[in-house]
Each structure stands twice: as C-alpha cells, then as structure tokens.
C-alpha cells in the first residue's frame, strides 16, 4: 500500500497504540532452500503444509547443552500464537539443552512466532545450534529459530478471534541470477478440519521473481477474516532458491 501524509501520521498512531482497536502486525520469513519445482512455505523448516491442525501444548526439542538456564546460549524462548479459544497469547519457556523442555501449558492452533526472551552471554542469542518448537509429545517440527539468530522467520500469521487483518504490502526477495514462482494464500477458519471443509485459496500469484519484487497496492486488496491464515510459498524455477518475504497487516477488531 502506497503509504505517504495522513496514511503514514495514522499508522504511525497504530504502531504506538494511539488507535483503539487497531493494531499493526510485521512479519517476516526465508527459505534458504527452495527445492526446484517443489512449493515449500517461506519458513526455516520448509513446510509443505500447515504443520498442525489441531490444538495441541508446544515444547522445545532437544538441542544444543548451551541452551539450558543456566547456560551460555538461550535461556528462556517465548511462544507467540493462537490458542484453543483463538486468542493471540505468549508463553515462555525455560530451555533444557539436549533435553526436550517441558510443554506449555497453553495448547496452541498456531505458532506464528518465538524468540530467545533471555539469554546467558550479553549480546547473545540461542548457540549455534538452531532451537525448534515442536508438539508436546514430538515427531511435529512447528517453527525454528535458526543457529544465533535469536528469532523466528516464517511468512505467515493467523488471524485471531473477533479480529480482521488488512495486507497493506509486501516485499519478496529471490537469491541474484536465480528465480522463483512465489503464490500467497489464506484460509478461512482453521478449526474447520472434517470434510467438507474450507479450501484454500490462492490471493497472488508471482511468475519468475528475480531480486526484488514488491506487492504495494494503492489500498488493501486481500482481507484476512478472523480464525483464518495467510502465508506465502516459493517455487525454485530451475534451481534451488533462497527466498525471503516480508509482509505487513493492519489488524482491526470487529467490534468497532
């Protein structure tokens, strides 16, 4: 969205909490390894599908020993995303290094972000070990924060309940002499998981990105409703892809 004068002075307020229900999601992702000829989401650990559909209490997979609480590394990862009743919550969680933490105690539909919340060593981050979330039992990797980066990437986010989300833009970056087909995708209510349920649906379509692209309407085409995801894949078009997306959402409660 062409964002200048008045526009810019609104969103601005948003961004400082000025404006009563209205609020202002960033969110940002990469795939170092788009396969050619494959889609995968625009997310550390490539994704071809939503990893969860159903509830479920998240932990932290075992990883590296300098991520424990009273290590060097990570010492606390804090989970952002939606719970049982739809909710956008945070939890922390204290890390256990080569151990599984124990679980959350939220059980969660998504998990759309995490970062190390406390660490060990000023200027620090997790240890150069990626930190993974995964489900309370194991065997579903959800979303990963990569080896010292201190913070998730995934191109992708989730509705709460009695909320509507706005795309005002975004920004898609392909590896230099390389290209990729890049698709962007909502589905409404994500807790509709028995046939015949919600499909979904394609919202843009990119053919043969190379270097820079940016989506920038002069207004919000794509609307997001409540309980409902958006998220962008990649496509390697002749080689494998790095891909990195970045998209920002004005998000409304539908009370007002």
């Not at 270097?211 to 309980?227: L, V």
């Amino acid at each position: 969205m062409r964002i200048f004068g008045d526009d810019l002075e609104f969103l601005v307020e948003v961004e400082k909490g000025s404006v009563l229900g209205h609020s202002m999601v960033h969110k940002f992702g990469r795939n170092a390894g788009v396969p050619n000829g494959t889609w995968e989401f625009v997310t550390l650990l490539g994704h071809t599908v939503w990893p969860l559909s159903s509830d479920t209490p998240v932990r932290i997979k075992a990883g590296n020993a300098l991520d424990t609480s009273t290590g060097t590394g990570a010492r606390e990862i804090t989970v952002e995303g939606i719970d049982d009743s739809f909710n956008e919550v945070t939890e922390t969680i204290t890390t256990v290094g080569a151990s599984a933490s124990t679980h959350t105690t939220t059980s969660f539909w998504r998990v759309h972000r995490a970062w190390v919340s406390s660490v060990g060593t000023y200027g620090g981050a997790n240890s150069s070990e990626a930190v993974t979330i995964e489900n309370s039992t194991g065997g579903t990797d959800i979303i990963q924060i990569g080896a010292q980066e201190g913070q998730t990437q995934f191109s992708g986010w989730t509705v709460p309940i009695n909320k509507t989300a706005y795309l005002l833009e975004a920004h898609v970056h392909v590896d230099t002499n390389k290209t990729a087909d890049i698709r962007l995708f909502t589905r409404d209510d994500i807790d509709d998981t028995v046939a015949p349920m919600k499909s979904k649906r394609l919202k843009l379509y990119l053919d043969g990105v190379e270097g820079n692209f940016m989506y920038d309407p002069s207004g919000p085409e794509i609307i997001i409703n409540q309980k409902s995801d958006i998220w962008f894949e990649a496509l390697g078009d002749g080689a494998v892809s790095e891909v990195s997306v970045d998209f920002e959402l004005l998000v409304v409660d539908n009370n007002l």
